[in-house]
């Protein structure tokens, strides 16, 4: 089988890209966003019947705009590839007859809930970031039956910009880390999202072909064990030190005592349950990945 991965360029598109053709794994065309733009229609509905007529059965949509702070101000851009972006893909999977494998955030919560959220807790996103990213699931539930929409957290990986490497960096720069303690979440490295898209995309393949029932919908995917960003930050401080013997203190702050443009939910922990149940894909704790990902970044140059 054959996936089409937009936004290929992007964290999770990577992975994907990297984890497909390997060991029966599905094979996949990506398309970075110099070649195809999502939150532009006719391109979308090009780009799609050509990528079916190449034997593509399953469209995963990596591309989004990601900058939470940014889409404060940058509003129009960020409803553009974020709600209009699905909407397409999802419009020209329903006249191609393709399923889309949509990814969303866990920023669609405001983080009231005392315990982890699952899928059918009401969403009340605190930014403009959160805001589009909902719009964005309800354009695919509204124009796609076959959907499944991944609601994902805290997302990392060897490359691109995220707190894993800014922390590596201060970590070489400065003495000490002052970092939030009062939002809760699961970091989840994007290659275990991008195994988790792989073994998911496998097994509704195979049902559809066999005619078999499919639980469409919505679910959240996350790695184990939920922590804060202090928590996250003194993990990565303490495994870089094993290998660079420099450890700066990680002074836990209030989210008060750092303000962003963009509000964040104080608690985002994903409760996996559904998915674990309907798709069984693999799961870890946050700090399996995390060590994966540390071993990439300080593996000489060339070995990976
Ligand atoms: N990052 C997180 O912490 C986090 C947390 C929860 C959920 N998620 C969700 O997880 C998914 C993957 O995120 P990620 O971390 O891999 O994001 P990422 O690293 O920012 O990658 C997103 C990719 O989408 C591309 N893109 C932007 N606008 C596009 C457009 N109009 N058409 C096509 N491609 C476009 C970007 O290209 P350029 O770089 O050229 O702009 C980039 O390559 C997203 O749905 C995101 O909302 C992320």
């Not at 591309?63 to 940058?74: I, L």
């Not at 990565?236 to 303000?259: C, D, H, L, N, Y």
Request: with cysteine; glycine share 10%.
């Amino acid at each position: 089988m054959k996936l089409l991965v937009t936004g290929c360029a992007g964290q999770l598109g990577v992975e994907l890209m990297r984890q497909s053709f390997v060991g029966g794994a599905p094979d996949a065309l990506g398309l970075a966003r110099g070649r195809l733009d999502i939150s532009d229609r006719e391109s979308v509905g090009a780009a799609l019947s050509a990528a079916k007529a190449e034997g593509c059965t399953v469209v995963v949509n990596a591309a989004a705009y990601t900058a939470v702070d940014k889409a404060e101000t940058d509003t129009a851009h960020a409803f553009a590839v974020n709600r209009d972006g699905p909407g397409n893909l999802a419009e020209a999977c329903a006249r191609l007859d393709l399923p889309l494998i949509h990814v969303s955030t866990d920023y669609v919560f405001d983080g009231s809930k005392a315990g982890a959220y699952v899928e059918t807790d009401p969403v009340a996103p605190l930014g403009v970031y959160g805001t589009s990213k909902e719009a964005g699931e309800r354009a695919v539930r509204g124009r796609l039956n076959q959907h499944l929409i991944l609601r994902t957290s805290w997302v990392y990986a060897g490359h691109g910009a995220n707190f894993v490497r800014t922390m590596l960096r201060l970590a070489g720069e400065r003495d000490e880390l002052r970092v939030v303690d009062d939002q809760h979440g699961i970091p989840t490295s994007a290659g275990d999202i991008a195994r988790a898209i792989l073994a998911i995309a496998v097994k509704l393949d195979a049902a559809r072909s066999e005619s078999r029932y499919i639980p469409w919908g919505t679910y959240h995917y996350a790695a184990t064990g939920p922590t804060t960003w202090c928590g996250f930050a003194r993990a990565i401080v303490e495994r870089a030190a094993a290998r660079t013997g420099r450890q700066p203190k990680v002074t836990a702050i209030s989210t008060a005592e750092f303000p962003t443009p963009a509000r964040r939910p104080a608690n985002s922990v994903l409760d996996c349950a559904r998915v674990e149940q309907a798709f069984a894909p693999p799961r870890r704790p946050w700090q399996d990945g995390l060590s994966e990902v540390l071993d990439q970044l300080q593996a000489p140059k060339g070995s990976s």
